[in-house]
């Protein structure tokens, strides 16, 4: 079985204005780098439809009509003071949902061995009655609760790398004890979450603060945590979200990572996967905002995914 990308054009059509960090060529860039990859490495696929109530169960249904009415016919519209939506938004929104509900259905049948969602927005700060830090709908949380419901799995990890805390993410699953949520992060930094002592009720959420200037070694000695953890819950499937902006070189954070630092940490989990949960593995984009860095890392964890058998 092959690795699958799923991606959209609608990605594109999700206009945040001039300057914004969160911009189009965020998705371009990494679309255009992985298709250099053999087409007999990697599938591709486009985002599905999905039952809208899979949206009531992440967010509440005051959140998703406040969204919905946001979304303009022309023009930018703020939702919070980084989160933009153009008339492009909603389909792109919407999009986001789709592949990893796709990607989900592609593992979970054993059409691919694994996945990775190339799309925006970015979800893990969206909480259930708010949009925040570019992020509308939570995505993952959206493909977790999709494989409570559809596939009556009992145990769901998400593991959260991107270098800004996921507090949309914790906000949802703070006390459904059948959600692991993992996140590796700098802190304090935005959102001001993310703190060792946020546990969750049933002690199913893992945050790992780490100082700015956290190097490649610190971070992957941190990360040690998150592999344990992961052997403790023995979940029947994993999701990450999968954000590059811990690189040295990105702009709105202060790690010290290299690209290769996240082909390391994806081969180490998907290592342990095997035995957890047959390797059924999900990623889905979130940050990253140097272009450059995050096509070499992108491509470094897709690289990570494809060599897995």
């Not at 979304?71 to 929104?93: E, I, M, Q, W």
């Not at 001001?192 to 000695?221: D, V």
């Not at 998907?270 to 070499?296: F, H, Q, T, W």
């Amino acid at each position: 079985m092959k690795t699958v990308v799923l991606t959209s054009d609608t990605s594109i059509n999700h206009d945040t204005g001039i300057g914004h960090p969160e911009r189009p060529d965020r998705v371009s860039c990494v679309i255009q780098n992985l298709k250099k990859i053999s087409k007999e490495k990697i599938d591709w696929e486009k985002p599905s439809s999905f039952d809208k109530n899979l949206l009531n169960i992440t967010h509440t249904k005051n959140y998703i009509k406040e969204v919905e009415s946001a979304f303009p016919s022309k023009g930018l519209y703020f939702l919070d003071g980084d989160t933009v939506v153009s008339p492009g938004s909603k389909n792109a929104s919407l999009d986001a949902v789709g592949s990893i509900i796709k990607g989900i259905d592609l593992v979970q049948n054993k059409k691919n061995k694994n996945a990775f969602c190339a799309v925006r927005p970015p979800g893990h700060h969206a909480e259930k009655n708010k949009a925040m830090g570019f992020c509308i709908f939570n995505n993952v949380a959206v493909g977790a609760k999709y494989l409570l419901k559809k596939y009556k799995l009992k145990k769901i990890a998400i593991i959260d790398f991107d270098v800004h805390h996921g507090n949309g993410t914790q906000d949802i699953f703070f006390d459904n004890n059948q959600v692991l949520y993992i996140s590796t992060h700098q802190y304090p930094f935005y959102p001001g979450s993310g703190s060792n002592h946020e546990k969750g009720k049933f002690n199913n959420i893992l945050n790992i603060p780490l100082l700015a200037g956290t190097t490649s070694e610190e971070y992957l000695n941190a990360y040690e945590r998150v592999l344990k953890k992961l052997e403790e819950f023995k979940p029947n499937f994993i999701l990450f979200s999968a954000g590059f902006d811990g690189h040295k070189n990105d702009p709105l954070a202060q790690f010290q990572l290299s690209s290769s630092d996240f082909y390391t940490l994806t081969k180490r989990t998907l290592e342990i996967s095997r035995n957890l949960c047959d390797g059924k593995v999900v990623s889905i984009l979130e940050g990253g905002y140097d272009l450059n860095a995050l096509m070499e890392s992108s491509e470094k964890h897709v690289k990570a995914l494809l060599e897995f058998n």
